[in-house]
T-cell receptor
Framework: AQTVTQSQPEMSVQEAETVTLSCTYD???????LFWYKQPPSRQMILVIR??????QNATENRFSVNFQKAAKSFSLKISDSQLGDAAMYFC????????????FGKGTKLTVNP | ETGVTQTPRHLVMGMTNKKSLKCEQH?????MYWYKQSAKKPLELMFV???????ENNSVPSRFSPECPNSSHLFLHLHTLQPEDSALYLC???????????????FGPGTRLTVL
């Protein structure tokens, strides 16, 4: 069974600093997608960044970037120049193929940004 | 209204009640999802509807009954729930293009359900 593990239940970072959130996953598939979703205290989950497994180049979105290590099945999220609005739960997710696309989520990491 | 909306935002019900959760997406998507979010557990996929057809039932108890009358609306009918069913229920939608593309899912704000 595919699983996603986020080993850091909570993390904190100072405003303007950089923080890295960890994620590992387990799959026997070669073709898949990985995501980081953010869920602020208001609860609406939004996509932060997406990575195609067949691409070696790490995805970046402004201050957000990933370190994708396919052989190690690792997919960490780096947030640079952290802002107060980055405080949220961050979920790593893996997309399964077959029928409809399905997301398998990790338990999440709660990020606190200290002013 | 924009994005994905869910009503009600909060619901308290007894174990013998019957209630329904509603989800509406205003994005023109053709796939809709129900997830259960419990404390300290990963989000659990419950149901997937694609072009109004149910394509996934993730071993969900029959006390949860989904309905998708069209590609914009999704309901979750609840009856004889248990206290352990208390959770945040999230609806999501995406555009399924018929090939595996890792489509982004757009989430609603959720319904906080408490079963007494």
């Amino acid at each position: 069974a595919q699983t996603v593990t986020q080993s850091q239940p909570e993390m904190s970072v100072q405003e303007a600093e950089t923080v890295t959130l960890s994620c590992t996953y387990d799959t026997s598939e070669s073709d898949y997608y990985l995501f980081w979703y953010k869920q602020p205290p208001s609860r609406q989950m939004i996509l932060v960044i997406r990575q195609e497994a067949y691409k070696q180049q790490n995805a970046t979105e402004n201050r957000f970037s990933v370190n994708f290590q396919k052989a190690a099945k690792s997919f960490s999220l780096k947030i640079s120049d952290s802002q107060l609005g980055d405080a949220a739960m961050y979920f790593c997710a893996y997309s399964l193929q077959g029928g409809s696309e399905k997301l398998v989520f990790g338990k999440g990491t709660k990020l606190t940004v200290n002013p | 209204e924009t994005g994905v909306t869910q009503t009600p935002r909060h619901l308290v019900m007894g174990m013998t009640n019957k209630k329904s959760l509603k989800c509406e997406q205003h994005l023109g998507h053709n796939a809709m999802y129900w997830y259960k979010q419990s404390a300290k557990k990963p989000l659990e996929l419950m149901f997937v509807y694609n072009f109004k057809e149910q394509t996934e039932n993730n071993s969900v108890p029959s006390r949860f009954s989904p309905e998708c009358p069209n590609s914009s609306h999704l309901f979750l009918h609840l009856h004889t729930l248990q206290p352990e069913d208390s959770a945040l229920y999230l609806c999501a939608s995406s555009q399924d293009r018929g090939t595996f593309m890792g489509s982004e899912q757009f989430f609603g704000p959720g319904t906080r359900l408490t079963v007494l």
